[in-house]
């Protein structure tokens, strides 16, 4: 049966349409394998990122090592073999020790750096330290109490170290020094605002890149220390130091 010329035409516009929905479709697919190829690249980046994250923390860790032989070294020169502490004090002794003590929870942040140190005695060669805990009920403070123990009694001339956890005294996140806000920075952890009010919501810059481009995700985080924040503008989740500040109640 022979077509009309309209019928044809309607035939032919439809056969377009049809050539133009494939390519739609083709193109459709195209994009979403380009953007399968991004994510997939986004991956391989993070694995990268944290796997330099990772040999730094390594890097860390032996440089730190360095630091306690050589404060070991050092030690052993100026007491001439134990005789007596010619150099350095006996406090700065413990002191350089105590920033190679590493919180459990935080691998590179000593517990120096996060002012945790709060006084330290010495009498003929037994040690008291006294600490503030960061929060009350870290489960970390037995762990950390046995590192310090065990790395001042390390110590040629002590012969007993006594650690003990002060709860009279308030631990505020002003404690925490310049390097260790560095190092938990280098770990991922954005260091808590300095300026902060009790009772204000908060944010921090992301520590991955900087942006100021932030929101809170959970104020619950891993620990009881940490919140959960989410950047906007890298898009990487991170953790960051709850703000703990002195107040008083009028």
Known sequence: ?????????????????????????????????????????????????????RRHREVERQHREVERRHCEVERQHHTGGGSGMQGKSKEDEILAIL????????????????????????????????????FAG??????????????????????????????????TTDSITDKGRENLKKLGIAAPPETYQPGDSWTVSCPYCDSAYTSMENVFGPTACRSILYCMECRNPFEAMKPVVEYSIS
């Open 138 to 171: 870290c489960p970390a403070l037995d762990f950390i109490e046995k590192d310090v123990k065990e790395a001042v009694e390390a110590l040629d001339w002590v012969d007993g170290c006594q650690v003990e956890f002060s709860f009279q005294l308030r631990w």
């Open 1 to 53: 049966m022979k077509l009309s010329g309209e019928q044809r035409e309607v035939e032919r516009q439809h056969r377009e349409v049809e050539r133009q929905h494939r390519e739609v479709e083709r193109r459709h697919r195209e994009v979403e394998r380009q953007h399968r190829e991004v994510e997939r690249r986004h991956r391989e980046v993070e694995r990268r990122h944290r796997e330099v994250e």
């Open 99 to 134: 920033r190679t003590v590493d919180d459990p929870e935080l691998p590179t942040v000593s517990v120096y750096d996060l002012g945790m140190v709060h006084e330290i005695k010495i009498v003929l060669n037994n040690v008291a330290i006294t600490m503030v805990p960061t």
